[in-house]
């Protein structure tokens, strides 16, 4: 029992220890922008669905499968370390190519209201809420990410999926966040 305890031990620290390392090593060069005809003016993401979808006027250009905060579905996040998802309209006000996750796309959270709100109940709102890729070295979990809600309240997608959406979303993209 205790040689498995200590086995156990030893891939923690080295699975923590890869991370940290993938982490600082970034994501590499984004991809350049897609043409003007195929980038959204409008994001719309379903969470009780797990879809995001990428539009151009009324018509969808994009639809991706996704994982959330852990505690997506207990409605709108309202503290820092809830793991809920925001819920409402926001935008992408903007961008890191070096996240510890594969690229990452900041959602405006939280509105003035919702930072009010917080701190008249005396707590921080949480802030950093992201679309990214899988965790900088995790790339190979590929789709399978999508089995659970994974995130403090991110959206996430595959790597692949990722750069598409990189290419396809300029800064100030609105994106509607429904329950």
Known sequence: MRNKVIVLAIMAVGLFAYTKVMASIGSGSPPPDAPVDQRADLIRVYKSERR???LKG????????????SAADAGPKQREGD????????E??????KSMAHL???ISYPKPEEQRAANVNG??????IMIHGLPNGW???GEAHRLWDWTDGCIAV??????DIWARVPDRTPIDIMP
């Not at 595959?158 to 750069?163: G, H, L, P, Y």
Request: charged share 20%; glycine share 10%.
């Open 92 to 97: 992408i006000d903007w961008r890191n190519p």
């Open 52 to 54: 995001m979808v990428l």
């Open 123 to 128: 707590f921080p709102p949480g802030g950093n």
């Open 58 to 69: 009324d018509a969808p250009i994009a639809t991706y499968q996704i994982s959330l905060g």
């Open 83 to 90: 793991e809920k998802t925001p819920e409402g309209r926001y």
């Open 139 to 141: 790339g190979l979990l």
């Open 158 to 163: 595959t790597n692949a999926e990722m750069r």
């Open 104 to 106: 990452s796309l900041h």
